[in-house]
């Protein structure tokens, strides 16, 4: 599994990645590989404002639907189109073209209470 190395991550495999004075959030390699083919993203709307580890939308593989946590505050500034387009970007990469959403912070110290590589590496298995 792909782990990236800039992310931060909660322990229900969510992502937080620092993009200018934004973040970008996504599932990790490990969850979208657990998931299997996903066929559904639902997502927020432009400018909804989200806590940290509220539920911000869903995720449907054909094996199971499932909840999607906000990793840090914020309020969503865009919206990956091409995901709810197609969501299989997010199996094919699921750190680049298959993000989620961005969010601007509310609380950007929220970031550095996250799970960092190593330590999300260790919560999969993954030394």
Request: charged share 25%; net charge negative; hydrophobic share 45%.
């Amino acid at each position: 599994m792909a782990i990236d190395k800039n992310a931060r991550y909660l322990e229900s495999h969510e992502y937080a990645k620092p993009e200018g004075g934004n973040f970008v959030i996504g599932i990790s390699d490990h969850a979208q590989a657990e998931l299997g083919d996903v066929v559904f993203v639902e997502l927020p709307a432009v400018g909804k404002t989200i806590a940290k580890g509220a539920t911000f939308g869903t995720i449907e593989s054909v094996k199971a639907a499932s909840d999607l946590y906000m990793p840090v505050s914020g309020t969503v500034v865009e919206v990956n189109e091409a995901v709810k387009n197609d969501p299989a970007l997010v199996n094919k990469d699921c750190f680049g073209a298959g993000w989620l959403i961005k969010v601007a912070p509310s609380n950007p110290a929220e970031f550095d209470s996250l799970l960092d590589a190593s330590a999300y590496g260790k919560a999969i298995g993954e030394e």
